[in-house]
């Protein structure tokens, strides 16, 4: 059998499973779940907190900031003078 019809086998299964069943799959599968769904819970907390610190100083306008545009003009410039 396929992956492609292992997950749909799946899908349909866990669309008629008891809470039991999808309780325990969801145990089983959790921290896989969480890595490729939600990537920032990969990082420790002071990681997080770091990026929050970061976030809030960029909202108070306490850190420099740049556009995609700017950022890439920068970029360029870099490229330009490494000839």
């Known amino acids: 059998?396929?992956?492609?019809?292992?997950?749909?086998?799946?899908?349909?299964?866990?669309?008629?499973?008891d809470d039991k069943i999808i309780i325990a799959l969801y145990t089983?599968?959790?921290?896989?779940?969480?890595k490729t769904l939600y990537p920032l819970s990969n990082y420790d907390e002071t990681t997080l907190e770091m990026f929050d610190q970061?976030?809030?100083?960029h909202l108070q306008?306490?850190?420099?900031?740049?556009?995609?545009?700017?950022?890439i003009q920068s970029?360029?410039?870099l490229n330009n003078t490494a000839k």
């Open 75 to 77: 970029v360029k410039g």
């Open 54 to 57: 970061r976030k809030e100083n």
């Open 28 to 34: 089983i599968l959790e921290s896989e779940i969480e």
């Open 1 to 17: 059998m396929d992956t492609a019809t292992m997950k749909q086998r799946l899908q349909n299964y866990i669309a008629i499973a």
């Open 61 to 71: 306008g306490k850190s420099q900031s740049y556009t995609a545009e700017e950022a």
